[in-house]
Nanobody
Framework: QVQLVESGGGLVQAGGSLRLSCAAS????????MGWFRQAPGKEREFRAA????????RYADSVKGRFTISRDNAKNTVYLQMNSLKPEDTAIYYC?????????????????WGQGTQVTVSS
């Protein structure tokens, strides 16, 4: 099993920045890729970004390209999501996820482990 704990959410004004962290523990050697998703009230959970654990290769949703950056620190078993130029529509609960496969996926059903989520609120 892998446990994921997110942190770093909060309230920020439009145009501001936040950095989310996701600390992994447990059988971290089994992680092939990690991703960030968001879920706004009444909406489906949406892919934001993913990173391959070994190579560091990344993939982003079109709506966050150029604004969000995903990175990882293998020594700390931690993945980050740096979010810049935040917009009110970025408001949501952000979830970290991990999968054993070493391929990217934008589909939430392909992830094996999930964190509890962290709230991000962007005021206008």
């Amino acid at each position: 099993q892998v446990q994921l704990v997110e942190s770093g959410g909060g309230l920020v004004q439009a145009g501001g920045s936040l950095r989310l962290s996701c600390a992994a523990s447990g059988r971290t050697f089994s992680i092939g890729a990690m991703g960030w998703f968001r879920q706004a009230p009444g909406k489906e959970r949406e892919f934001r970004a993913a990173i391959l654990w070994s190579s560091g290769g990344t993939r982003y949703a079109d709506s966050v390209k150029g604004r969000f950056t995903i990175s990882r620190d293998n020594a700390k078993n931690t993945v980050y999501l740096q979010m810049n130029s935040l917009k009110p529509e970025d408001t949501a609960i952000y979830y970290c996820a991990a999968r054993r496969s070493t391929y990217y996926s934008i589909n939430q059903g392909d992830y094996d482990y999930w964190g509890q989520g962290t709230q991000v609120t962007v005021s206008s």
